[in-house]
């Protein structure tokens, strides 16, 4: 099947325009979604359990009579693991088990030190208490992304963690279930939309006021995470994934084709770029994909995503595809060349970087042990994949001694008087010692 | 003076009710102010500096001909250094110093480990490459703001650092530009509101365009942060600013009045609470608050906020104030008791913690070491003081033998195939080392 994709050159008059393009992608913020979603969100505030009853029998087309219905308690949990194939099962406790042991390392402990003085600084650091997972239904339902936001909220010491799945039909599905026993969720509310989001932000009889909502969703579910944020946190917003090969011609074109095709086949929006220094390399996995491609169950999307976002680009060297690579600053960035690891440390901006011709992207969604929820469209110049810090907060510590509080003093006074706040100063003048 | 402060007690009926409604508060969105934001916002980005000269001669009543006439540079800003007051930029100095080395201990390096089949698994930790910090004009442009949004940037590495202030009337505020000089800003740009924050996200010909915005501003501010969040980072909207203190009735009435004084003077909206388990020390602080307030400059200021929003609140014992504390989750919680290193293992929730009878939280402000920016409105139940970690970024590291891969790919195969990704599967499999 021949494809379409775009392809250029470093050497091309335009490249950074032609690249700016490619690039290119805002989330349509559309007024009347805005809108719903604000009526949506005032009312279950307002309502409570009755809204949110209400508009997941309109939304979901179910017939619950309470907002009791809508909670599986763990042991039902359990029970649905039980109806899973243990292949599966057992895959998802080896991926929980693996993702837990990264993200075990990075936990943050509380530290402190004392000054001359005895003066006392630091950093208390504990978890958040109450932590929402939010999970797409139907087509979007992946129960790697249950272990992927659950674990490192289980490995921060999170006290309870609520996951939200709309179940459209009334159709539950096993394995999301089953995930989120592995993983250690306490409660799941078969509820989703913008009105769990507004649930778990403000709290209904039924469903417990979060402190974080994470987890993915659509256009509805992040524009009221938008909304409810700051009576609760909230992760990113999410755009469509992608992905940035670098390869020096080296390895097998049918690999590099494949790690292309699995960011493809996420969904049309998704994007796959290779940068290769070997236009022969290009050309032949030009080829391997368009004889690949007859074979996938996700052909059309694949087809869709590649002609539509995807690039094949030629760069002159290795320095060259790195600044690419770091203009791109990708979700994920697959080095599959010689000696990554001489490279690896020139990488500025990237959600993950696969080093390598044995780390395609799909280990690292699954079970290498770093998290797949990572930054998107460029964000990794700013933000980070999610992980054990996104579920800790810190508090500033200060204990000062009485000859550490009247030094300080003579620093604090004068800059106080400065900015014209005077009970700050007298405040910090009660404290040296000469006043006391 | 008398003042008619909110007083109650946790024995009263509907105490939580009242406590909560105390506590509510909620930034207003007014769609006038989000309208005029989204046209300035979208002016700056599509006209770029011509937008900015012409937003900035029309709010700042000035009159500048170029965009460069808005620039000040490194050497004016030490030039600005040498016109102010030696004490007060000794003070710069000293405080510079302290919050610096308090920041050094919040790097986080870089991070990996080897498993025993030769995979590879890590953080890349690396710092953000250019900020820019805005900084409020008029009576809200404090020089302490500055060295508290620019030092923990300098200390992550970040490679930029760009502030914009406002400069109505074309008034410079001496003070300020000398604590850009010592926090090492490298360029500060004269202007200020959307407009600036605009500039900063997308970029002129004139303003570099940044990877993340800090620092406070007024509504318009506010609001243009939250429109441009995506295109680059921002840190958390402030609201106003809160103390709790939580005293054992031992401290000095004096100190204690003072203390919720400092908070009070900031603006109207800021919030002032005690609470203490003595009855009668809270009729010595209000006694004081009475006979202090006659002698303070900023008088009116402080007796509209307390009287507005400020609470004395009579508790039964330490764990009740400790669990009103965690209530509250305070920007600034000061615990003036005695051994507040035995309750502070207690407190969840609070942006910096004061312990003990001679840290009040103006020592913090200014000098201590940490910082001064603080999550507010009860954020601190998800959120932490500005810090070096928010201008520091990770990208994972997965480097796959291929044992390892071999091995993972087994995991991966079933999951992906469980949520239909064939190709996800595929590549996976391409790395089985029977398949190579």
Same mark, same amino acid.
């Not at 014209?420 to 006391?436: G, K, Q, T, W, Y």
């Given at each position: 099947?021949?494809?379409?994709?775009?392809?250029?050159?470093?050497?091309?008059?335009?490249?950074?325009?032609?690249?700016?393009?490619?690039?290119?992608?805002?989330?349509?913020?559309?007024?009347? =979604?805005? @809108?719903?979603?604000?009526?949506? &969100?005032?009312?279950?505030?307002?309502? %409570?359990?009755? *809204?949110?009853?209400? !508009?997941?029998?309109?939304?979901?087309?179910?017939?619950?009579?309470?907002?009791?219905?809508?909670?599986?308690?763990?042991?039902?949990?359990?029970?649905?693991?039980?109806?899973?194939?243990?292949? +599966?099962?057992?895959?998802?406790?080896?991926?929980?088990?693996?993702?837990?042991?990264?993200?075990?390392?990075?936990?943050?402990? $509380?530290?402190?030190?004392?000054?001359?003085?005895?003066?006392?600084? #630091?950093?208390?650091?504990?978890?958040?208490?109450?932590? #929402?997972?939010?999970?797409?239904?139907?087509?979007?339902?992946?129960?790697?992304?249950?272990?992927?936001?659950?674990?490192?909220?289980?490995?921060? #010491? =999170?006290?309870? +963690?609520?996951?939200?799945?709309?179940?459209?039909?009334?159709?539950?599905?096993?394995?999301?279930?089953?995930?989120?026993?592995?993983? %250690?969720?306490?409660?799941? +509310?078969? &509820?989703? %939309?913008?009105?769990?989001?507004?649930?778990?932000?403000?709290?209904?009889?039924? &469903?417990? @006021?979060?402190?974080?909502?994470?987890? /993915?969703?659509?256009?509805?579910?992040?524009?009221?995470?938008?909304?409810?944020?700051?009576?609760?946190? +909230?992760?990113?917003?999410?755009?469509?994934?992608?992905?940035?090969?670098?390869?020096? #011609?080296?390895?097998?074109?049918?690999?590099?084709?494949?790690?292309?095709?699995?960011?493809?086949?996420?969904?049309?929006?998704?994007?796959?770029?290779?940068?290769?220094?070997?236009?022969?390399?290009?050309?032949?996995? @030009?080829?391997?994909?368009?004889?690949?491609?007859?074979d996938m169950s996700r052909q059309e999307i694949i087809k869709t995503s590649l002609e539509g976002r995807g690039a094949l680009i030629h760069v002159d060297s290795m320095e060259e595809a790195i600044e690419v690579a770091n203009i791109v600053a990708a979700e994920h960035l697959e080095l599959s060349i010689e000696n990554p690891e001489e490279w690896v440390g020139k990488i500025?901006?990237?959600?993950?970087?696969?080093?390598?011709?044995?780390? /395609?992207?799909?280990?690292?969604?699954?079970?290498?042990?770093?998290?797949?929820? !990572?930054?998107?469209?460029?964000?990794?110049?700013?933000?980070?994949?999610?992980?054990?810090?996104?579920?800790?907060?810190?508090?500033?510590?200060?204990?000062? $001694?009485?000859?550490?509080?009247?030094?300080?003093?003579?620093? *604090? $006074?004068?800059?106080?008087?400065?900015? $014209?706040?005077?009970?700050?100063? =007298?405040?910090?003048?009660?404290?040296?010692?000469?006043?006391?």
């Open positions: 099947m021949k494809l379409d994709i775009r392809q250029f050159s470093s050497k091309d008059d335009g490249f950074r325009q032609d690249l700016d393009q490619l690039l290119s992608w805002e989330s349509v913020s559309d007024a009347n =979604v805005q @809108k719903s979603v604000e009526n949506i &969100v005032n009312r279950v505030r307002q309502e %409570g359990d009755a *809204a949110l009853v209400e !508009l997941t029998n309109c939304f979901d087309r179910r017939s619950v009579q309470s907002a009791a219905e809508l909670v599986i308690e763990a042991d039902e949990l359990a029970k649905a693991a039980e109806r899973v194939d243990s292949t +599966i099962v057992d895959a998802l406790k080896q991926a929980a088990e693996r993702v837990k042991s990264y993200h075990e390392r990075q936990i943050q402990p $509380s530290w402190q030190y004392e000054e001359d003085n005895g003066t006392v600084l #630091g950093q208390q650091i504990t978890p958040l208490d109450r932590v #929402g997972v939010y999970v797409p239904g139907g087509k979007a339902a992946y129960p790697s992304s249950v272990l992927m936001n659950v674990m490192p909220a289980k490995v921060a #010491g =999170v006290g309870e +963690i609520v996951m939200v799945v709309p179940t459209p039909d009334n159709v539950v599905n096993d394995i999301v279930l089953a995930a989120a026993h592995v993983a %250690g969720v306490d409660r799941v +509310i078969t &509820v989703g %939309g913008a009105q769990a989001v507004a649930a778990l932000a403000y709290g209904t009889e039924t &469903v417990p @006021k979060v402190d974080k909502i994470v987890g /993915p969703g659509n256009i509805y579910v992040a524009t009221a995470k938008r909304m409810v944020f700051g009576a609760c946190g +909230i992760d990113m917003i999410a755009g469509p994934s992608e992905i940035l090969v670098v390869s020096d #011609g080296l390895s097998n074109p049918d690999w590099i084709a494949m790690d292309l095709f699995s960011q493809a086949e996420h969904d049309e929006d998704a994007q796959s770029i290779l940068i290769s220094t070997d236009a022969d390399f290009i050309a032949k996995v @030009k080829e391997s994909m368009e004889r690949q491609i007859e500025r901006h990237a959600g993950a970087i696969f080093m390598g011709r044995y780390t /395609p992207e799909a280990l690292g969604d699954y079970c290498a042990g770093p998290n797949h929820v !990572l930054p998107t469209s460029g964000t990794a110049r700013f933000s980070s994949p999610l992980g054990v810090y996104d579920f800790q907060k810190r508090s500033s510590i200060i204990y000062c $001694s009485h000859q550490g509080a009247s030094e300080l003093a003579k620093i *604090a $006074s004068p800059l106080a008087r400065g900015e $014209s706040l005077e009970a700050h100063a =007298v405040s910090a003048e009660f404290r040296m010692i000469d006043n006391a």
